[in-house]
């Protein structure tokens, strides 16, 4: 018994750090929340759509060791842009100069988007979610650099979107 003990013990103690450095980040002016391994920085900048017009966005945005864990918020009200030509859009201006190699349906309750995985052509591994929900455009992006052992935590980045 204290043999399974031991080992129980070690593992813990041997594992990876307990998760408690992420913290859920609510942004109730964008209705969304999701998890960040520590405080984004937060840039207000323009998101170029398909038909060449700028619109305003806010990107939050940590990067933490060999992971970059990003959220775009991008007003898309009164540009007439038809949801699908939004998302394919989005979609080409992450995956330029990479490959998708996952494009799947992705849900989130009742909002409906894509889910992305995306091999850079660096070597990078970016885990995606698009969604045009209530006039605005939202990016959730984890990615993993090059040669570095984030992909765990962009995955749970991505997936912590509420």
Do not use: C
């Amino acid at each position: 018994m204290r043999v399974i003990a031991f080992i129980v013990a070690a593992f813990v103690a041997g594992g990876p750090a307990p998760a408690q450095a992420w913290h859920e980040y609510t942004h109730t002016d964008y209705a969304f929340t999701v998890t960040f391994p520590a405080d984004p920085q937060i840039e207000t900048t323009t998101y170029q759509l398909a038909d060449g017009r700028s619109v305003p966005a806010h990107v939050y945005s940590v990067r933490q060791n060999d992971g970059v864990f990003k959220v775009t918020v991008a007003e898309l009200a009164g540009t007439g842009l038809e949801e699908g030509a939004v998302i394919d859009h989005a979609i080409k201006t992450l995956s330029q100069g990479g490959e998708v190699k996952i494009d799947i349906p992705h849900r989130i309750y009742r909002i409906y988007g894509r889910q992305l995985s995306i091999l850079g052509a660096d070597g990078s591994r970016s885990t995606v979610a698009v969604f045009d929900y209530n006039g605005r455009l939202y990016l959730v992006e984890g990615k993993a650099l090059p040669g570095g052992a984030a992909t765990v935590d962009v995955i749970r980045f991505q997936q912590s979107l509420v």
